[in-house]
């Protein structure tokens, strides 16, 4: 089973999110199904963190938060609710699964079906970020598993929490050339372009992956 029978996978933020292509009710009638298209997902992509949109849904069903608990809890991968309605949130509170659950809000692009954009490249995972310090501007290169860590700048001393409104302001993002294997750096706002690598030029485009 493929996961993009199960879920739609959008760039937002700089990382992506996904969601459920089906409704929250059908999710949790099939909860196996969506469990091992999530396993699928982080494992194909070795996400140690995952992005759901859940902005559609007034309600999780218990089935479905027991299958994001066991995505934690089972695959070690942390998991951000995006977007949730305050009846979520509540919920989410009321049941402590905050401890295991994180609750995000990010601005979110319209959601469409998987384009057809195929190139004669080759796609590369991000590696990470380029931010700046907010205090004093100086450059961090960040891995691209480092949402919601706490950093410290080299340069002024302050601490920050990586959030996913610094990432969308990366001036910069890497990856990792897949045939000569040097880091590639390119302007964010060039993710998802076709171009070449300057150590070798192969053709590549980089997607965002939690």
Same mark, same amino acid.
């Given at each position: 089973?493929?996961?993009?029978? /199960?879920?739609?996978? +959008?760039?937002?933020?700089?990382?992506?999110?996904? !969601?459920?292509?089906?409704?929250?009710?059908?999710?949790?009638?099939?909860?196996?199904? @969506?469990?091992? #298209?999530?396993? !699928?997902?982080?494992?194909?992509?070795?996400?140690?963190?995952? #992005?759901?949109?859940?902005?559609?849904?007034?309600?999780?069903?218990?089935?479905?938060?027991?299958?994001?608990?066991?995505?934690?809890? +089972?695959?070690?991968?942390?998991?951000?609710?995006?977007? #949730?309605?305050?009846?979520?949130?509540? %919920? %989410?509170?009321?049941?402590?699964?905050?401890?295991?659950?994180?609750?995000?809000?990010?601005?979110?692009?319209?959601?469409?079906?998987?384009?057809?954009?195929?190139? @004669?490249?080759?796609?590369?995972?991000?590696?990470?970020?380029?931010?700046?310090?907010?205090?004093?501007? #100086?450059?961090?290169?960040?891995?691209?598993?480092?949402?919601?860590?706490?950093?410290?700048?080299?340069?002024? +001393?302050?601490? /920050?929490?990586?959030?996913?409104?610094?990432?969308?302001?990366?001036? /910069?993002?890497?990856?990792?050339?897949?045939?000569?294997? +040097?880091?590639? !750096?390119?302007?964010?706002?060039?993710?998802?372009?076709?171009?070449?690598?300057?150590?070798?030029? @192969?053709?590549?485009?980089?997607?965002?992956?939690?």
């Amino acid at each position: 089973m493929s996961f993009e029978e /199960h879920l739609e996978v +959008q760039e937002a933020g700089g990382f992506s999110i996904v !969601r459920f292509r089906n409704s929250i009710i059908e999710v949790g009638n099939r909860a196996e199904d @969506a469990f091992e #298209a999530l396993r !699928r997902f982080v494992s194909t992509f070795s996400c140690m963190k995952i #992005a759901i949109d859940v902005s559609a849904d007034p309600y999780l069903p218990s089935s479905v938060l027991g299958l994001l608990v066991r995505l934690h809890t +089972q695959e070690g991968v942390e998991v951000h609710l995006v977007n #949730a309605p305050a009846e979520v949130v509540e %919920i %989410i509170h009321i049941t402590r699964l905050d401890r295991m659950l994180h609750l995000n809000d990010i601005e979110i692009g319209a959601w469409s079906s998987s384009g057809s954009d195929s190139e @004669a490249s080759s796609t590369v995972g991000l590696g990470g970020y380029f931010v700046e310090c907010p205090s004093c501007e #100086a450059e961090h290169r960040i891995d691209k598993h480092d949402l919601g860590i706490r950093m410290t700048c080299a340069e002024c +001393q302050a601490k /920050h929490t990586v959030s996913a409104e610094m990432l969308h302001n990366a001036t /910069h993002v890497y990856a990792k050339c897949p045939r000569c294997e +040097q880091e590639v !750096r390119i302007p964010h706002e060039d993710l998802k372009t076709v171009l070449s690598c300057e150590h070798c030029d @192969a053709t590549i485009e980089i997607r965002t992956v939690v």
